[in-house]
Nanobody, 115 residues
Framework: QVQLVESGGGLVQPGGSLRLSCAASGSIFRFNAMGWYRQAPGKQRELVAGISSGGSSNYADSVKGRFTISRDNVKNTVYLQMNSLKPEDTAVYYC?????????WGQGTQVTVSS
């Protein structure tokens, strides 16, 4: 009943920028937080950025100062603005919705940073 659809991934050069979008739909009555995770080949999935229902945000040290998470409540969409991209940012990026009883995941969008 709840779906998260990511978009905006692609191939960019080092130092470039990209904005990911996560559109939520379905029976979402209340949520605790939304976040962006990423997983590179052979590595564990890690939290990149999160935003609470109250609007406060947090970031992984590796992306702090370069990435910004934001939301549009009217559009039910969460964004991840990624600047100064590095090759090590290459991964599949996943959107996550945290509710009282369930966690929902999007299918992921590929981000590749390469020259």
């Amino acid at each position: 009943q709840v779906q998260l659809v990511e978009s905006g991934g692609g191939l960019v050069q080092p130092g470039g920028s990209l904005r990911l979008s996560c559109a939520a739909s379905g029976s979402i009555f209340r949520f605790n937080a939304m976040g962006w995770y990423r997983q590179a080949p052979g590595k564990q999935r890690e939290l990149v950025a999160g935003i609470s229902s109250g609007g406060s945000s947090n970031y992984a040290d590796s992306v702090k100062g370069r990435f910004t998470i934001s939301r549009d409540n009217v559009k039910n969409t969460v964004y991840l603005q990624m600047n100064s991209l590095k090759p090590e940012d290459t991964a599949v990026y996943y959107c996550k919705l945290v509710t009282l009883h369930y966690d929902y995941w999007g299918q992921g969008t590929q981000v590749t940073v390469s020259s």
